[in-house]
Structures are given as C-alpha cells and as structure tokens.
C-alpha cells in the first residue's frame, strides 16, 4: 500500500476529472489526498487500496478502526451527483449496499463492501449478455419491491428538455411528436417509482 500522499491515479480517471470538472476537477485531485486523510479521521477507517479501473469517482477500499470491517469510501468534486446517489441507495431495503456515512460538505460516503463486487460488465465481455440482463432486470424488480425511504429528486418528467439537445440533428416533427409523447407518458405521478440515473 501506498502513503495517500503519494498514490498514483489511473491517467483515465484523472483526464475524466479534468473532462467534466475543468479547474475545480484539477485543484480537487490536487487536494484528494488532505482530503483522505480528513475523511479518515473523521470516520475512523484505514486506507487500503483504491479500486482499479476508477472513471468519474473516487472509491476506495478502506477499513473502520473501530471493528476491522472493510468498507467501501466514495467520493468526487463538490460538482458531482454523488450525494443524490448515497441518498438513492438510502431508499431501498434489499439488492443495494448499506450506507454507513455521508458528508455532504465533503461530498464523501462510506458504504457496505459487497463480495465478490463483479460488475456486470464483466458477463458482457465473455459473452453472456443475456445473463447479464437477467441479472439487471431482476435487480430492478428488488428494488421496486424494496422502497422505503423518501428523499427528493428529480422527476422522470423534468427531462424532457433534453430532447431538445436533438434540435437540428432530427426533423422537427419527430422532434416535436417526440416531446409531445414524452410529456404524455410522464404525467400520472400515482405510481412514480425511485429509478437510478
């Protein structure tokens, strides 16, 4: 294991950060590894690794003082949606790991370390796409069984202004039948569900 003083980022995930986050993204990874140590000593864990192959968060194994248990630690620039996501995995009783800690001043959660943790790429890429997809259209009937907790997001119905991205590169009467349907179909909130991003 490395000091965090001196850990050495994947260059993917560093030009992703530098990508989508501009400055901020640069002065961030610059301060990421302060910002472990904090988080360490506000939670009490050990840093152990981070996780290979990182792309637009930080995530890392890390391990509580407290009682040896390794947990999973999250966490990106002030600009991400990382909070939403903690506060979405917060609303499901079964099929997503626990959360231990948020901090959304830090914009940092420690959540359960789940094994063996294979994600489901890793079916695609030899080949077993359907079980992959079996394996995603059972979870999201788990986590629609499972809602429990309410916090607020964005309605399905908000992102209709996104098609409009597509002005130009489509006729604009699909374009319009397009939004037109959309609004319909996102109208009758009664039996809204949490869906992830």
Not at 143 to 160: A, D, N, P, R
């Amino acid at each position: 294991m490395k000091p965090q003083s001196t850990m050495q980022l994947q260059p993917t995930f560093v030009s992703n950060i530098h990508a989508v986050y501009g400055e901020a993204g640069k002065t961030w990874l610059k301060q990421l590894p302060a910002h472990l140590d904090n988080l360490s000593k506000l939670w009490g864990f050990r840093f152990i690794h981070p996780i290979p192959n990182l792309t637009y968060n930080f995530i890392a194994l890390v391990e509580l003082n407290s009682n040896h248990e390794k947990v999973i630690l999250k966490t990106a620039p002030k600009e991400s949606l990382i909070i939403s996501e903690a506060h979405w995995l917060q609303c499901f009783k079964k099929s997503t790991p626990k959360i231990y800690c948020v901090d959304e001043e830090k914009t940092a959660f420690l959540m359960e370390y789940i094994q063996p943790g294979k994600p489901l790429k890793t079916l695609v890429q030899t080949g077993q796409d359907e079980t992959a997809t079996r394996v995603i259209c059972q979870t999201i009937l788990n986590l629609q069984s499972g809602q429990e907790k309410v916090f607020s997001f964005k309605h399905l119905s908000e992102l209709v202004k996104d098609l409009s991205h597509l002005k130009g590169h489509i006729d604009n009467h699909l374009l319009s039948k397009a939004e037109a349907l959309f609004r319909d179909l996102t109208a009758d909130r009664s039996q809204d569900v949490i869906l992830h991003g």
